[in-house]
């Protein structure tokens, strides 16, 4: 390590302590490696802050020795955003885990950054509240995660996205100046929605230390059904008769026969429904025993359209293990790392979009597998391909991307634009558009300190 090195460790130690900088190889090895283990980088160094006063100093320090930072909470992302793959210093939030109040009057949630999603929706939880955003992620993604990513998952269908959610943060912009805009306020003009906008920004404007979340009131009871759907215009059919019978969708979820097929194999699972199907639809419905009967009376309008059914009152884990699983067997059954690109597209577009990826591949790439799933009524596709070779990665992903911008997609639903897809970020924004984000940028981080290879670099 060169002496330079050493001393800006030191300086690093004497802010935050000498135990929380790591630089150990095979210490940092877990926060160098993304989840989906396509991104392996360096670090000069790990530095784990206490409290949005060392996260300040900390960045104050890397400012002046010209050091850039990549924040990083649960590192579930899938996107590369979280990965120092030149050197940075990684800023991990994994000690801010403080909850500081869960205000049941008010429902909101005030946290610290590395609070894990699954630890906020139970202390919601013992007071009769929850987070409105829920993932199969929760158990490592943080809060600070979550609102960086602007994170969707299977309630946005309910409750929309992560900054739907968010009343205020705390957040230390990359010379060390800490933002605060914290207020329990549903109703608050008072200019430019800052919060919003750290929303999505995946760590390239601040890092977010604390955040102020909206609870929800969760059902008391839901019902479960896993349909099997001869298209996906039936599937789009059987959402808008629910939510015409009155019903409450709490999740609309997509799959098809090859991703249930992928689960079940992986899982050792046995066929959720005693017929087949191309099209799976799980959805859940908020109530009891009057909810259970309008859903049923729901599929059987629907004809031949739905090939079959089974209703469970929830949680229902039995069903939504089809689901849940898929991004754990995708991963586990692929050859190579897999290729993961999360779109939407408007609902229209779905099903033609589908068929046109599923004949694009077939002519460009015949050995890859296509599974598709994802969260319908978001019109939000998790486009995963497998046994992809190592070479044809930019290649197979410059496809799927371009086909979505031809039905009017977007390529990033929920998780963001990271690393893996900076190079196509032009794809459905205007020059305008990227010149305004680009100064936004350049306002908050002017020497572009932060995260400087995620999202379009200046
Ligand atoms: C099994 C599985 C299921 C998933 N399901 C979903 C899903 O349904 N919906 C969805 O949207 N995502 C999903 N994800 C992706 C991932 O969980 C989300 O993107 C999540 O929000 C990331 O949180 P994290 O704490 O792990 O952030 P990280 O992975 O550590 O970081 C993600 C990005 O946010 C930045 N960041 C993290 N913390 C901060 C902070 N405090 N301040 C500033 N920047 C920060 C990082 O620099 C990086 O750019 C899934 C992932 C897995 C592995």
């Given at each position: 390590?060169?002496?330079?090195t050493?001393?800006?460790v030191?300086?690093?130690?004497?802010?935050?302590?000498?135990?929380?900088?790591?630089?150990?190889?095979?210490?940092?090895?877990?926060?160098?490696?993304?989840?989906?283990?396509?991104?392996?980088?360096?670090?000069?160094?790990?530095?784990?802050p206490?409290?949005?006063?060392?996260?300040?100093?900390?960045?104050?320090?890397?400012?002046?020795?010209?050091v850039a930072?990549?924040?990083q909470?649960?590192?579930?992302?899938?996107?590369?955003?979280?990965?120092?793959?030149?050197?940075?210093?990684?800023?991990?939030?994994?000690?801010?885990?403080?909850?500081?109040?869960?205000?049941?009057?008010?429902?909101?949630?005030?946290?610290?950054?590395?609070?894990?999603?699954?630890?906020?929706?139970?202390?919601?939880?013992?007071?009769?509240?929850?987070?409105?955003?829920?993932?199969?992620?929760?158990?490592?993604?943080?809060?600070?995660?979550?609102?960086?990513?602007?994170?969707?998952?299977?309630?946005?269908?309910?409750?929309?996205?992560?900054?739907?959610?968010?009343?205020?943060?705390?957040?230390?912009?990359?010379?060390?100046?800490?933002?605060?805009?914290?207020?329990?306020?549903?109703?608050?003009?008072?200019?430019?929605?800052?919060?919003?906008?750290?929303?999505?920004?995946?760590?390239?404007?601040?890092?977010?230390?604390?955040?102020?979340?909206?609870?929800?009131?969760?059902?008391?009871?839901?019902?479960?059904?896993?349909?099997?759907?001869?298209?996906?215009?039936?599937?789009?059919?059987?959402?808008?008769?629910?939510?015409?019978?009155?019903?409450?969708?709490?999740?609309?979820?997509?799959?098809?026969?090859a991703?249930?097929?992928?689960?079940?194999?992986?899982?050792?699972?046995?066929?959720?429904?005693?017929?087949?199907?191309?099209?799976?639809?799980?959805?859940?419905?908020?109530?009891?025993?009057e909810?259970?009967?309008?859903?049923?009376?729901?599929?059987?309008?629907?004809?031949?359209?739905?090939?079959?059914?089974?209703?469970?009152?929830?949680?229902?884990?039995?069903?939504?293990?089809?689901?849940?699983?898929?991004?754990?067997?995708?991963?586990?059954?692929?050859?190579?790392?897999?290729?993961?690109?999360?779109?939407?597209?408007?609902?229209?577009?779905?099903?033609?979009?589908?068929?046109?990826?599923?004949?694009?591949?077939?002519?460009?790439?015949?050995?890859?597998?296509?599974?598709?799933?994802?969260?319908?009524?978001?019109?939000?596709?998790?486009?995963?391909?497998?046994?992809?070779?190592?070479?044809?990665?930019?290649?197979?992903?410059?496809?799927?991307?371009?086909?979505?911008?031809?039905?009017?997609?977007?390529?990033?639903a929920?998780?963001?634009?990271?690393?893996?897809?900076?190079?196509?970020?032009?794809?459905?924004?205007?020059?305008?558009?990227?010149?305004?984000?680009r100064?936004?940028?350049?306002?908050?981080?002017?020497?572009?300190?932060?995260?400087?290879?995620?999202?379009?670099?200046?």
């Open positions: 390590m060169a002496v330079h050493q001393s800006f030191d300086e690093l130690a004497s802010i935050v302590g000498a135990a929380q900088v790591l630089t150990d190889r095979d210490v940092v090895a877990g926060y160098v490696t993304d989840w989906t283990g396509h991104w392996t980088g360096h670090t000069v160094a790990v530095v784990r206490a409290d949005t006063a060392e996260v300040s100093a900390v960045l104050a320090a890397c400012h002046r020795a010209g930072v990549v924040p909470g649960g590192n579930t992302g899938l996107v590369g955003g979280s990965i120092p793959m030149h050197g940075e210093v990684v800023l991990s939030t994994a000690r801010l885990t403080g909850i500081e109040q869960v205000d049941p009057v008010g429902r909101t949630l005030a946290a610290g950054a590395g609070v894990t999603v699954a630890r906020a929706q139970q202390a919601a939880r013992e007071h009769g509240l929850d987070l409105g955003v829920d993932l199969a992620s929760r158990d490592s993604a943080t809060l600070g995660g979550i609102v960086s990513t602007n994170a969707g998952g299977i309630r946005v269908i309910k409750n929309g996205n992560t900054r739907s959610q968010l009343l205020g943060i705390e957040a230390v912009l990359s010379d060390g100046r800490v933002l605060t805009r914290w207020k329990e306020l549903t109703k608050d003009n008072v200019g430019y929605d800052l919060p919003g906008l750290l929303a999505g920004s995946e760590g390239t404007l601040a890092v977010v230390t604390r955040v102020l979340m909206r609870l929800i009131v969760p059902p008391s009871e839901t019902q479960v059904a896993l349909v099997g759907a001869e298209s996906v215009r039936a599937a789009l059919r059987l959402v808008d008769g629910l939510q015409r019978a009155g019903l409450t969708l709490e999740a609309a979820e997509l799959m098809t026969r991703g249930v097929a992928l689960v079940r194999g992986h899982r050792d699972l046995r066929a959720p429904l005693d017929v087949d199907a191309p099209f799976y639809l799980l959805v859940e419905v908020s109530g009891g025993d909810a259970q009967a309008a859903l049923f009376s729901v599929l059987e309008d629907a004809g031949t359209a739905v090939r079959g059914a089974a209703v469970e009152a929830g949680p229902a884990h039995r069903l939504w293990q089809y689901r849940e699983s898929h991004t754990e067997a995708v991963s586990a059954e692929s050859s190579t790392p897999p290729v993961k690109l999360d779109i939407s597209t408007p609902l229209r577009e779905i099903e033609p979009f589908l068929t046109a990826l599923r004949d694009d591949l077939a002519a460009a790439f015949p050995a890859v597998r296509a599974i598709c799933f994802g969260h319908l009524g978001d019109g939000n596709v998790h486009v995963n391909l497998l046994d992809v070779a190592v070479g044809q990665r930019e290649a197979i992903t410059d496809l799927v991307l371009r086909r979505v911008a031809r039905h009017e997609g977007s390529i990033s929920e998780h963001g634009v990271g690393r893996a897809k900076a190079a196509w970020v032009g794809l459905g924004r205007t020059e305008v558009d990227l010149e305004v984000m100064s936004i940028r350049a306002a908050l981080d002017p020497a572009t300190m932060l995260n400087p290879h995620v999202l379009p670099a200046r």
